[in-house]
């Protein structure tokens, strides 16, 4: 089991999610944050005063994965995520120790489904 956390930009959300479909991964959690890398930021005036905007707005996926979608997932988001420019974002992955469905009980590879 894996948990695959995935940066990138907001405008690709619906693009990622669609290539996710299609690669029968339908179990995310989505959020919307801030954050900085590569891409760095712009500089913005406000009554004159400029100041430099370096937390730009993304969208992080968390998905947790049996072992045999670890491939088809990543490269689901890679082919809703990619521009080609920088920015285009990061996916980590992550061993997942273990995974418990509360409504049921159930652990382990069970409990991802």
């Known amino acids: ?42 500089m913005e005036s406000y009554r004159g005063t400029f100041t430099e905007v370096n937390l730009l707005d993304k969208v992080r996926f968390e998905i947790a994965v049996n072992d045999d979608f670890v491939k088809p997932a990543i490269d689901a988001i890679i082919r809703g995520a990619r521009t080609g420019k920088i920015g285009d974002g990061k996916i980590f992955v992550v061993p997942l120790e273990e995974c418990i469905r509360v409504r049921t009980g159930e652990s382990g590879t069970d409990a991802i489904g």
Request: charged content about 20%; some cysteine.
């Open 1 to 42: 089991m894996k948990l695959i956390v995935a940066i990138v930009q907001p405008e690709k959300l619906t693009d990622v999610k669609q290539a996710l479909s299609e690669a029968r991964v339908g179990k995310m959690t989505v959020s919307n944050v801030i954050g900085c890398g590569s891409q760095g930021g712009y």
